[in-house]
């Protein structure tokens, strides 16, 4: 074998090692039960129905939320009008749905390791205490829990993070988290 060639080969497995060894957070990745960041919320509701629930959030935006059993979708636009609004954030919660699950395979339920296998290193990883929103949607109680939270971001600005209760995923925020912590 050349050196030449012997180089190149050398050059192609280092690059191999390196992209599946750092994995990388993209907006492809920030999806989930077919929802994604900058979609339009009449396509949402054209799949998941109207919303069941709507919330002023203070200086300005809105909270579309969509209740299944005991998992939460809700939704944040800056706009209020259902039929212009646009998806901002995305946050699920709730113990565990199949049906809401991101193009990786992760969704509610999912564990630590399955995270880190699939994401690799975070940016970081925060002991915290967290309200279940599904909780708080069904009975009007905040409930804090201790909570591990392992946070993405993106090269575009956004950020994707993941809370666990014990070990398994309990909530996914997609876009600007402002999930419910202490």
Known sequence: MSIKKMFFVVVSMLVMLTGTCFAKVTLQDLNIGGVTLEQPLVKVVEKY???????????KGVNFVFIFDDV??????????LESAVVNRITVDGLQNRNLIMSSGIGLGST???VLNIYGKPDSIEDT?????SKYYLTKKLE???????????????SLAFYFINNKACAITIGKPTAMVK
């Open 72 to 81: 939460v979708m809700e939704l944040h636009s800056y706009n209020s009008n």
């Open 49 to 59: 129905g109207k919303p069941t629930d709507t919330q002023v959030v203070p200086p």
């Open 129 to 133: 205490e967290y309200c279940l929103l």
């Open 144 to 158: 804090y829990h201790p909570a591990k939270v392992i946070k993405y971001n993106t090269t575009e600005g956004q």
């Open 112 to 114: 630590i390791d399955d």
